[in-house]
């Protein structure tokens, strides 16, 4: 029988070196794939939202009322595996559209479209630990800051948060006809008038009578919703630039409920040290 002579194979060193070079090339790429694909699915969520965001604003094009994209159309369940965004651009993106976002994604959250009659909003909700914090906040931030759900864009409320929230928007006292209401508003005192909610910010009772008409809504109301964002002293960092505090948000110490009367600016203080620009909510 002949012998094969001058046919040498690969020695175990050559085959070490080879997987060794593999192995390196395997952990190189799996982690960029997955970053990859984490992005895809941030596409993904974001075409799903900009979709709404069109339903939405189609519906408020003969209205001033607020549409809520979660009640007519229901919350988009997001893709992403990760919280808060991989990817700057969109969310830079989004934030541009929005004249508002609350919350932050997370995984296994949702997300959902509103138009407050003047700016469309963005909503997060759910996931590991976000949830809509006003929602939360909102939501109690659902908002766990959110609350945390909330994340620190949309206030921090927690469960008590939202609670409390609930407890403002239930305390409103219906007014179903303002050119045939007769009675006093008070400074603070939540009105319900046609289908939205809002607060008297004038600092003196007004009388409605015969002789006196009803305020006008804009001027003499600050328009408040569930999706009103909630702040906390926990939010509060002196020197800090925090996201724009809008007309219409809250503030809440241990015993009381505030209404931002006014949106000045993002350099922001508590309502114990700026009695202008916050109103004591009286429920």
């Not at 959110?146 to 939202?162: I, K, R, V, Y």
């Not at 219906?174 to 046609?194: C, F, N």
Request: with cysteine; charged share 20%; hydrophobic share 35%.
């Amino acid at each position: 029988m002949r012998k094969l002579k001058g046919k040498k194979g690969f020695t175990l060193g050559e085959l070490l070196i080879v997987v060794g070079i593999i192995s390196v090339l395997v952990a190189i790429s799996i982690p960029i794939f997955a970053s990859q694909l984490e992005k895809a699915r941030e596409a993904t969520d974001a075409a799903n939202i900009r979709s709404q965001y069109a339903q939405v604003m189609t519906d408020a094009i003969d209205t001033t009322a607020t549409i809520n994209g979660k009640e007519r159309y229901g919350a988009i369940s997001l893709k992403q595996k990760k919280d808060g965004w991989q990817n700057a651009g969109l969310q830079a993106n989004l934030n541009s559209t929005f004249g508002r976002v609350v919350g932050s994604p997370a995984a296994n959250g949702s997300a959902w479209v509103e138009f407050d009659g003047n700016v469309a909003i963005l909503h997060f909700e759910g996931g590991s630990g976000s949830s809509s914090g006003e929602s939360g906040t909102n939501t109690g931030e659902s908002n766990g800051n959110s609350g945390n759900s909330g994340g620190s864009t949309g206030g921090t409320g927690d469960s008590a948060g939202s609670n409390r929230l609930s407890d403002v928007l239930n305390s409103a006292e219906k007014i179903t006809d303002t050119s045939s209401y007769r009675g006093t508003l008070l400074p603070g005192k939540v009105y319900q008038i046609g289908d939205s909610t809002y607060v008297f910010r004038w600092d003196n009772s007004f009388t409605v009578d015969g002789y006196t008409r009803f305020p006008d809504i804009g001027n003499a109301f600050v328009k408040i919703s569930a999706s009103s964002a909630v702040y906390t002293e926990d939010d509060y960092k002196p020197n800090v630039e925090l996201k724009m505090v809008h007309e219409g948000d809250f503030y809440q110490s241990d015993t009381k409920m505030y209404v931002r009367k006014y949106s000045e600016s993002t350099w922001w203080i508590p309502p114990e040290k700026d009695t202008n620009c916050w109103l004591e909510i009286r429920y």
